[in-house]
């Protein structure tokens, strides 16, 4: 089953800056997609209309219903959005109350909310730091804190923008980790691209609005020739040890890189 749907979104700010052109793209139910690009490319325009945040032209489907005004409310509620800065998503005096304050907003029982609380942080090795104020955890505690808010939610989809910039390489490790074994079907917007060897099933490169290529990690990020010609660069991972022998990683049989000219 396809978990997301998108087909031929157009997305143009009020400044006249398009940030989409024609995109169409589908995940399935399970699958983590990598969205990656440079700065301007329209990834973090694209995971805004995951959940109606941004609505543009074309269709966005999410678990077999069409994102409109109508299903929007509901869809909100299995589609879970991880900002960039988790500054803006941990507001409230602890993070046990950060976490409860969606479920309780969706009506659910006291008891169940408490339960769902308990469940998320200890998900993301936080269930410690629940009366804790949030301004007093590493910026990777509040990443995960964050990651925990969507996780009591109940959602069944996940939608992580730069998870982990600015972390150090412990608590990226570490978020790699609780991403890595969580069932949600994610999508990650990153730069990371080390990243996206290590934890997406697949990965679509966006340039200007477009999508120029997808296909395994391990296939679409070895590719030089592309890595260039959109402003990344080959993952330290991929490269070769020795001339003409890959990486031990990825070689043998893959599928086939799928790119756009």
Known sequence: MMAIRITNLRYIYPDGQIA??????SVREGETLGLLGPNGAGKSTLLLHLNGLLRGQGEVE??????????????????????????DQLFMPTVGEDVAFGPRNQGVAPAEVDARVE?????????EQRHRPPHH?????KKRAALATVLAMDCRVLVLDEPTSGLDPRGRRELVQFLMHLPQTKVVATHDLEFAVEVCDRVVVLS?????????????LANEALMERTGLAVPHSLRFHEAGVPHRHWAGSSPPLTEEQ
């Open 20 to 25: 989409l052109r024609g995109v169409s793209l």
């Open 62 to 87: 999410v678990l077999g219903q069409l994102l409109t005004p109508v299903t929007i409310p509901l869809l909100r509620q299995q589609v879970g959005f991880v900002f960039q800065d988790p500054d």
């Open 119 to 127: 469940a998320a942080l200890q998900v993301v090795g936080l269930a």
């Open 137 to 141: 955890l590493s910026l990777g505690q």
């Open 208 to 220: 200007d609005g477009q999508v120029v290529a997808e296909g395994p990690p391990r296939i679409v």
